[in-house]
T-cell receptor
Framework: AQKITQTQPGMFVQEKEAVTLDCTYD???????LFWYKQPSSGEMIFLIY??????QNATEGRYSLNFQKARKSTNLVISASQLGDSAMYFCAMREGLNFNKFYFGSGTKLNVKP | DTAVSQTPKYLVTQMGNDKSIKCEQN?????MYWYKQDSKKFLKIMFSYNNKELIINETVPNRFSPKSPDKAHLNLHINSLELGDSAVYFCASSQFRGRTNTGELFFGEGSRLTVL
C-alpha cells in the first residue's frame, strides 16, 4: 500500500485565489511527522510546512496552512492568495515513528497559477 | 553558506562508465540520504546513513555504492552506468530530536545525471 497518496497530478488556480492540495497517508504509528515541500522548475526542494501527529492545532506558515484531519489520515495544504511564483511541484511526505529516519514521499502535484 | 552541497550539479556520461557524486552538509546532522528523482518526478529513497552507519538500503542495484567517510559527507559511486540511471540525484540530511524540532529533510540542489 502507498504510504503517501497525492491524487491530483495537476492543478490550476487563478492568481490571488486560494487552492487546496490533497494528501492522504497510511500509517499505524501513533507518532509521525507530515511535511510539504515545493519544487519549482529550477529543481531545488524547499521545505514549506510541518505537522506533528500530536499537534492539535493545524500548522500555519505565512500563506501556507494545513488542514490536518487525523481520523481521515489527511493533511491537505492550503495556499492562500496564490502568486505566480507558487507555480511548482508540491510534495507531501511522512516520517513514521518507528523509523525516524525514513521519509516517504507522494507522487507530487503540479500547480499552475494563472495570471 | 550552503547547508547541503553536492557536486557536480550536472553530469553527462556514456553508458558503461563509472561516476561519483559528492555530498557535504554543514548542519551538524547525524543522518544523510540519497534520493533519486526520475523523469516523472517521483522521489525514491536509495540509502541513508546515520553517523557513518548504513541504516537504509532500499532495493538498489549493486552498481550503486554509497560511502560516508564521516557524518558530514555522503558520496555516491555508480559503476557501469546504464541509460535508466539518468535522473536527478538528491542528497539530503536531517536531525530529529523528538518533539523539540521538526526534523525536516534539508536537500542539496540535486545532481542531474544523463547517461548517453
Amino acid at each position: 500500500a502507498q504510504k503517501i497518496t497525492q491524487t491530483q497530478p495537476g492543478m490550476f488556480v487563478q492568481e490571488k485565489e486560494a487552492v487546496t492540495l490533497d494528501c492522504t497517508y497510511d500509517t499505524s504509528d501513533q507518532s509521525y511527522g507530515l511535511f510539504w515541500y515545493k519544487q519549482p522548475s529550477s529543481g531545488e526542494m524547499i521545505f514549506l510546512i510541518y505537522q506533528g501527529s500530536y499537534d492539535e492545532q493545524n500548522a500555519t506558515e505565512g500563506r501556507y496552512s494545513l488542514n490536518f484531519q487525523k481520523a481521515r489520515k489527511s493533511t491537505n495544504l492550503v495556499i492562500s492568495a496564490s502568486q505566480l511564483g507558487d507555480s511548482a511541484m508540491y510534495f507531501c511526505a511522512m516520517r513514521e515513528g518507528l523509523n525516524f529516519n525514513k521519509f516517504y514521499f507522494g507522487s507530487g502535484t503540479k500547480l499552475n497559477v494563472k495570471p | 553558506d550552503t547547508a547541503v552541497s553536492q557536486t557536480p550539479k550536472y553530469l553527462v556520461t556514456q553508458m558503461g562508465n563509472d561516476k561519483s557524486i559528492k555530498c557535504e552538509q554543514n548542519l551538524g546532522h547525524d543522518t544523510m540520504y540519497w534520493y533519486k528523482q526520475d523523469s516523472k518526478k517521483f522521489l525514491k529513497i536509495m540509502f541513508s546513513y546515520n553517523n557513518k552507519e548504513l541504516i537504509i538500503n532500499e532495493t538498489v542495484p549493486n552498481r550503486f555504492s554509497p560511502k560516508s567517510p564521516d557524518k558530514a559527507h555522503l558520496n555516491l559511486h555508480i559503476n557501469s552506468l546504464e541509460l535508466g540511471d539518468s535522473a536527478v540525484y538528491f542528497c539530503a540530511s536531517s536531525q530529529f530530536r523528538g518533539r523539540t524540532n521538526t526534523g525536516e529533510l534539508f536537500f542539496g540542489e540535486g545532481s542531474r545525471l544523463t547517461v548517453l
